[in-house]
C-alpha cells in the first residue's frame, strides 16, 4: 500500500496520476469525501481523501476499513492500493471541538497507515518527497 499526504489542494491527486499510476484504465478512484469504498473491480484502488474516515466514525472504525483494503490488495499478485489524505495539522487551530477532535483522529488515522505503508509520500506545491 502507498501513502500520499500533503496539504488540501497542493496537487496530490494530480501527483498520483502522474507518477504512481502506470495502467490508469485499471483504476477505481474513490473520493471519501462523497462515496464509500465498494469492492474494486480494476487491479489498482486509490482512496482520496481519507481523514472523511474518521469525520465521524472513531479512529477503530477506519482502521476496520483499512484493514479490509490491505485484505484485498494481498488477494491477488498485481494489486495495488494507494491512499490519499489530507494533512490537517498544520495551520490555524479549529475553533469548533468536533473540528480538533475530527483533525486529532485524523492525525492518528495517518500515523496507523503510515506504519502500514510499504511507501509513502509527502506533496507540496506538486512537488513529491518520498518519506517511506
Request: charged share 30%; hydrophobic share 40%; aromatic share 10%.
Amino acid at each position: 500500500m502507498d501513502f500520499v499526504t500533503g496539504g488540501a489542494y497542493n496537487g496530490k491527486s494530480e501527483w498520483v496520476r502522474e507518477k504512481l499510476l502506470e495502467r490508469e484504465n485499471e483504476v477505481t478512484w474513490i473520493d471519501l469525501a462523497n462515496e464509500k469504498i465498494p469492492i474494486p473491480g480494476a487491479s489498482i484502488l486509490v482512496v482520496e481523501n481519507i481523514e472523511y474516515m474518521v469525520k465521524e466514525n472513531e479512529v477503530a472504525s477506519a482502521i476496520e476499513e483499512l484493514e479490509e483494503i490491505l485484505h484485498w490488495e494481498k488477494g491477488e499478485g498485481g494489486r495495488l492500493a494507494v491512499l490519499i489524505g489530507s494533512d490537517t495539522t498544520k495551520g490555524i487551530v479549529p475553533l469548533e471541538r468536533s473540528d480538533r477532535e475530527w483533525r486529532d483522529r485524523t492525525g492518528f488515522l495517518f500515523q496507523t497507515v503510515m506504519k502500514q505503508a510499504d511507501n509513502a509520500y509527502l506533496i507540496w506545491f506538486g512537488l513529491g518527497e518520498k518519506l517511506k
